[in-house]
């Protein structure tokens, strides 16, 4: 063998040697880097109303029952009720009402955990409110309806979904005779990339898998296809992402019946807060308008005396099927009721609004329900996801949680003083 072939041959072998040692650096290091990544940071010792952010669903009921025991005793007329929708699991909706002293005028209506572990931060603010709103109302006109952990099942597991994999914010339909299931009509085109098969893998490689199927996905199917399919709901893939059902669900059955008693009880005008996390950017709360709301932008961040607003005409604004705050407005306008109405929904951001903070968005929901519906080979993998899955909806960050609680106080205050009578 020549000199020259003979360094060719050795050149080769040290370029495959190297892309080898790469790979399995990758494949043994690579998905340990990716978790360590990925973990939430530890909570701070100390922040407001750090003693309130709770790591359970049961804790979560404890809670809830403290402050009621602390309002009884402090001489509150206060009226509980808990629903079950699984027993033998302690899965329970939990329902706090304080009446009016005298007069039936004004009824808040609070309602958190309808996105399962959402209802972790909508347990924050029920505390917050409690301590800081509710001494500064005038209870003799106004009471106070709490519906909290309205899907137990996704607090308990921790899951937007519950226990049947429905989206219950896309499940509050009026007639589900004459609803058309198939109206996402995007959604076909891109159910395989939405809801791929199979346990997931390794943890780095699956990284690289996915942002490969979106580059694919983005080119044949475009990025528009995608964000309409996921956010509107769906009502055909059972086992895809933002699934509405095809019929109404316990929890739906029951939170219903609440509006429904709400409407034909006493009170004149009823406040609505339905409580999310999710969606916006990190460190602002957003009011985000019910499509039967036609109050602009404008007009409600002057109104309520909040900046951070979506309205039907703001270019963030997206329109779902079975949301919970519309099906209020219809079912008060299919009653005829002469009642004021005002149903909202707070929505507390936590990865962003960017373009990029949109795809780990995606891509947190994606790997969670695949998680969810195959599993997974290793426990690398599956931490990974959890831990992204949890930063979506409930961040650990001392600065995100002291943000969330500020926004809910000034949110909360120009609501009721603008809608309150």
Known sequence: MNQNKKKTLIGVICVFSALLATVLLLTFVGPYAVLALSRQEKPAAEYAYSESFCTDYEQTRTQLAKRVQALRQAGVTVETSEHAIDAEDGLYIDKVYLPATEQSTNLIVLTTGVHGMEGYIGAVMLEVFFEEIYPTLDTADTGI??????????????????????????NFIEDWENFDLSCNKEYPKVDKFLQPKGKIGNAFWHEVGFYASLAKEAVFSGADTISDALLTGQYEYAEGVYYGGTEDQASTKYLKGVFAEALDGAYENIVHVDIHSGYGPRYNMVIFNSVQDPTTEEQTKAELGYDYVIATDSEAFYETFGDTTDYFYRLAKSKNTDKSLYSTCFEFGTIGDGFFDSILSLKYTVDENRLHQYGSKNDVAAEMVMENYKELYYPTEKEWREKTVADFKDAMTGVLNAKLK
């Open 145 to 170: 309806l709490i519906v909290a952990n309205v899907n137990p099942y996704g607090m308990k597991y921790l899951r937007r979904y519950n226990e049947n994999n429905v989206d219950l914010n896309r």
